[in-house]
Structure formats: structure tokens, C-alpha cells
């Protein structure tokens, strides 16, 4: 067994918790549940499967993080980053205990999971969804989330990454109607994100290189275009009509409607001077 904290995030997850804290009881010291007032059975459930759990009103994910890693008081090696959607395999579970071991003093802070999505009950392997790679195991000293509203990473202050071979699972597809209410609710998270990327101008010195290069050149196309782009890039450049009809609705879904739904909120926030809060938890 790995010296690993695992920090686990919930908002009504009893379909996932089970199978997300079984896949990780096998390597790590220590489970803690961060849950935002479910109202289902998440929280019954995990504290049955050996879980601390603590209640947390919700704000953003870097703020809800941040609270776990400070309530928790992490004193292991390592710290890892698992969503209740998201699960080891046996083959991912022995390979991170042994890269976590392997790295207890070398200068590998980070280590890059490799994830298959499943959307409409089919894994997706074209359209650049896969693998999806998140460094979500990270030594504790060495890592801390970005501070922002939407696609927040872990940033390393010292030290190298090293990415894994064997896939984890990732089941964030529950319905169709789930999948557009939390993308627009992601998409008013992200109109708040950009609106305070552009105040701070931040550069690639305190940001992950995907946040630089959305604000930097994602965001310099023109509204409209840039989602189009987008669409043409996941589904035929990268290869998204091979994974048949699940893989078109999932890339015009991306593109058209959330995507473009970031674009239009963007727009309105120019035009009428609104500002979305981007605060608080999807309401289901």
C-alpha cells in the first residue's frame, strides 16, 4: 500500500462512490469524502466503505478542493485527485501503487492518469477524447489547484511528471438531459473563469499550458468560428466520426452546444454588462 491521501468530491453519487472507493482501497492510507449536502445516500455510502467524510457548501471545485486538503491535514507522500465517476482498474491500481513507490524520493512529483470515457454506454477512442490525461497523483509539497471557476489543474512547484500506461475508467455520462444541465452550468463557470483570466492576464508561468492556449489563442478566434473549428478538429481531424454515432453526438454536443453556449454567455455578459456568479452546486 502506497503513502497516498485519496480526496474525493461528491455531490449526490451514490450510482459511483462504491465502485470509485473500492477501486482505490487497495493502495491508498487514507480516504476523505468532501460532500456538498447530498440528498441522496453518498454520504451513508461512503462513510460504510471507510471514507472520512466531511459537509461542505459548494462554491467552485478549487475552492471545494482546497477545503479538503485543509480538513483533511494530508501528511502522506502523495496526494490523489479521484472524482466519484472515475475508477483504478486492477492493472491502473498496481501500476500507480508501484510508480508512487518506485518515486517516494526521486524527483517525479506528478504522475499523468490515462482515462477512457464512456459516453452513451460506448468507450470513445477517437476525437482526442482519448486517452484523458489528468496528472491527478501528485507528491503534497509539490502540488496545489489552480485557483479558478473551470478546468482547474493541479499545478507541481517542483519537480517532473511521469505518465502511466495502463487506462483508468471515467463514467461521467449519466443522460443526455444530465449531460446539457451540467454543461450549462459548466458553461456559467467558465464565462466567470474567462472574464477573470482576462483582469489577471495571466501567463504560462502561473497557469496549466491548456489555460494559456485556450486564452490565448482558442479565445482570439472570433465567436461562432472558433466553435465551428472546434467541431471540425474533434470529429474529422481527429478522427471522431470513427467511434460511430455516439462519437458525433458527443463532438457536435462539445462544440455546438457547449462550446458555442460559452461563446454566446460571453457575449451577453459584453453586451448588457452581466456577470454570472458561477457559485454553487449542479442542481439535479
Same mark, same amino acid.
Given at each position: ?33 468532501? +460532500? #456538498?449536502?447530498?440528498? +441522496? ?9 471507510? &471514507? ?15 477545503? &479538503? ?14 472524482? &466519484?465517476? @472515475?475508477?483504478? *482498474?486492477? @492493472?491502473?491500481?498496481? @501500476? ?6 518506485? !518515486?517516494?524520493? #526521486? ?14 454506454? /460506448? !468507450? ?9 490525461? /489528468? ?11 489552480? +485557483?479558478?471557476?473551470? +478546468? ?7 519537480? *517532473?511528471?511521469? @505518465?502511466? /500506461?495502463?487506462?483508468? $475508467? ?5 443522460? $443526455? ?8 452550468? %459548466?458553461?456559467?463557470?467558465? *464565462? ?11 501567463? =504560462?508561468? *502561473? ?11 482558442? %479565445? ?9 473549428? %472546434?467541431? =471540425? ?19 457536435? =454536443?462539445? &462544440? ?8 454566446? /454567455? ?10 454570472? #456568479? ?7
Amino acid at each position: 500500500m502506497a503513502d497516498i491521501t485519496a480526496i474525493i468530491l461528491t455531490k449526490n453519487e451514490e450510482v459511483n462512490i462504491v465502485d470509485c472507493i473500492r477501486s482505490i482501497s487497495g493502495i491508498v492510507k487514507r480516504i476523505v469524502v468532501v +460532500d #456538498s449536502y447530498s440528498n +441522496d445516500k453518498t454520504v451513508e455510502l461512503a462513510r460504510r466503505e471507510g &471514507a472520512e467524510v466531511y459537509q461542505h457548501s459548494f462554491e467552485n471545485y478549487a475552492k471545494q478542493y482546497n477545503y &479538503a486538503i485543509e480538513k483533511a491535514i494530508v501528511r502522506t507522500v502523495w496526494t490523489l485527485r479521484i472524482d &466519484a465517476d @472515475e475508477r483504478l *482498474t486492477e @492493472e491502473s491500481a498496481v @501500476e500507480l501503487d508501484r510508480l508512487c513507490e518506485e !518515486n517516494m524520493s #526521486s524527483n517525479v512529483s506528478g504522475i499523468v492518469l490515462r482515462f477512457k470515457k464512456n459516453f452513451l454506454g /460506448k !468507450n470513445l477512442y477517437h476525437g482526442g477524447v482519448y486517452p484523458w490525461r /489528468k496528472m491527478n497523483c501528485y507528491k503534497t509539497k509539490a502540488g496545489k489547484i489552480e +485557483d479558478r471557476f473551470m +478546468d482547474e489543474h493541479i499545478i507541481l512547484s517542483f519537480g *517532473t511528471t511521469v @505518465e502511466m /500506461k495502463s487506462d483508468s $475508467l471515467h463514467y461521467d455520462f449519466k443522460t $443526455l438531459e444530465y449531460f446539457i444541465s451540467k454543461h450549462n452550468w %459548466y458553461s456559467s463557470r467558465e *464565462t466567470v473563469d474567462y472574464f477573470e483570466r482576462i483582469e489577471k492576464k495571466n501567463n =504560462l508561468r *502561473t497557469v496549466a499550458l491548456k489555460t494559456y492556449l485556450k486564452m490565448n489563442v482558442y %479565445y482570439k478566434l472570433p465567436m461562432g468560428l472558433r466553435s465551428h473549428i %472546434y467541431y =471540425l478538429y474533434r470529429y474529422y481531424l481527429r478522427l471522431g466520426f470513427l467511434d460511430g454515432k455516439e462519437g458525433k453526438i458527443y463532438a457536435f =454536443l462539445q &462544440a455546438y452546444w457547449y462550446r458555442y453556449l460559452v461563446d454566446a /454567455k460571453i457575449y451577453e455578459c459584453q453586451k448588457s454588462g452581466l456577470r454570472y #456568479s458561477g457559485k454553487g452546486s449542479l442542481k439535479e
